[in-house]
């Protein structure tokens, strides 16, 4: 719209001008504050006074990737206390009945120069109720990894 289709009374009185001049100098004073706060964070940086990681919170959307993984974990925890603790299963055709079940699922980090890596670690066991029973403890990026490697490593590690 043209300034000629603004009538007198819809342009503010001199008490709300004086009220929009304060929000806008307030404005301007906190970003000139934070333009200046953010150049003595640069030169801090670049003398080695501060870490760069403290630019990462100024990102609007940074993934939280721990709280992701925390989320992943949970609810693969609550699918596996829903669902029977044993798998039957036989493999080798040798007429037995093997059970599989997860003892121990957890969540673990590793400290790497870029941040933080997120696994997780899984000890399982396997047995055929009649003597032989094989445990085994591994790694994964994934629930699902770490469980099926866990399994696999019990049943390479059956003992009487």
Same mark, same amino acid.
Do not use: H
């Given at each position: ?5 603004? %009538?007198?009374?819809d342009?503010?009185?001199?008490? &709300?001008?004086?009220?929009?001049? &304060?929000?806008v100098?307030?404005?301007e ?15 801090? /940086?670049m ?12 990102l ?5 990737m ?18 029977? $603790?044993s798998?039957?299963y $036989?493999d080798? $055709? ?8 997860? +003892?121990?699922?957890?969540r673990? %980090?590793k400290? /790497?120069?870029?941040g933080? +890596? ?7 066991i ?6 032989? =029973?094989?445990?085994?403890? &591994?790694?994964?990026r994934?629930?699902a =990894? ?5 399994? %696999?490593d019990?049943?390479?590690?059956? =003992?009487?």
């Amino acid at each position: 719209a043209a300034l000629d289709d603004f %009538t007198e009374e819809d342009m503010p009185d001199e008490e &709300q001008l004086a009220i929009l001049d &304060q929000y806008v100098s307030s404005a301007e004073e906190f970003l000139a504050a934070e333009a200046e706060r953010k150049a003595s964070a640069e030169k801090m /940086v670049m003398d080695g006074e501060l870490s760069a990681d403290v630019f990462a919170e100024e990102l609007e959307e940074l993934p939280d990737m721990e709280r992701d993984f925390a989320e992943d974990f949970n609810s693969a925890l609550a699918a596996a206390a829903n669902e029977d $603790d044993s798998v039957p299963y $036989d493999d080798d $055709d040798d007429g037995e009945n093997w059970q599989e079940r997860i +003892l121990e699922l957890n969540r673990v %980090t590793k400290v /790497v120069k870029g941040g933080k +890596l997120m696994g997780f670690r899984c000890t399982a066991i396997v047995g055929n109720g009649n003597g032989l =029973v094989g445990v085994g403890c &591994q790694a994964g990026r994934e629930v699902a =990894v770490a469980a099926k490697r866990a399994i %696999t490593d019990a049943r390479r590690n059956v =003992v009487r």
